[in-house]
C-alpha cells in the first residue's frame, strides 16, 4: 500500500464540494481530466464536472449529503462511499420545482492518483425511486 490516504482525500471532497455546496473546491481536489461516469454518462475534464456539481446543488434545495459508509481498496487507488442526499425539488431531474422531498442514495467509486487528485468516479444513484416519490408527493399535494 502506497502512502496516501485515500479515504481522507475522498473525504475531504465530500465535505468541502458538496457538504458545504462548494463547486469551487473542486478545482485543487481533481484532476485536469477528471471523469465522472454517471446515469451511463460520462462527463469529461474537471470545469464540465465543475459546471454539473453547480447545476445538480442549484437543483436540489435544503441540499444535505451524508456519508453512509467508506472504505478504500487495498492498494490504495480506489475508494467507495455510500451516500444519501436529502432535500427539496428546485428542477431536480427536469421536474418542475415543486418542493416535493428528495431522498436519494447511491454508490460512488473513486479512483484515487498517488498524487492525491481525485481521477474518476463512477456513480450509481437509486433516480428512479426518487422519481417515483416526487410524483407520489405531487398526486397527494393535487
Not at 33 to 40: N, Q, R, S, V
Not at 94 to 123: C, K, S, Y
Not at 133 to 139: P, V
Amino acid at each position: 500500500m502506497d502512502g496516501r490516504n485515500s479515504v481522507r482525500i475522498v473525504e475531504n471532497f465530500w465535505r468541502q464540494v458538496w457538504q458545504a455546496g462548494n463547486p469551487d473546491a473542486v478545482d485543487k481536489l481533481v484532476a485536469e481530466d477528471f471523469e465522472i461516469t454517471t446515469g451511463g454518462v460520462t462527463i469529461g475534464s474537471r470545469d464540465a464536472f465543475k459546471s454539473w456539481v453547480a447545476a445538480f446543488l442549484a437543483s436540489i434545495d435544503d441540499f444535505e449529503f451524508h456519508i453512509v459508509e467508506m472504505f478504500s481498496s487495498a492498494s490504495g487507488d480506489r475508494v467507495v462511499t455510500r451516500w444519501r442526499v436529502t432535500g427539496k425539488n428546485n428542477g431536480f431531474m427536469g421536474f418542475e420545482a415543486d418542493g416535493a422531498p428528495i431522498d436519494m442514495t447511491g454508490t460512488a467509486v473513486f479512483e484515487v492518483r498517488e498524487d492525491g487528485l481525485l481521477q474518476h468516479n463512477w456513480v450509481e444513484r437509486n433516480a428512479l425511486e426518487v422519481e417515483r416519490n416526487m410524483e407520489k408527493f405531487r398526486a397527494r399535494a393535487a
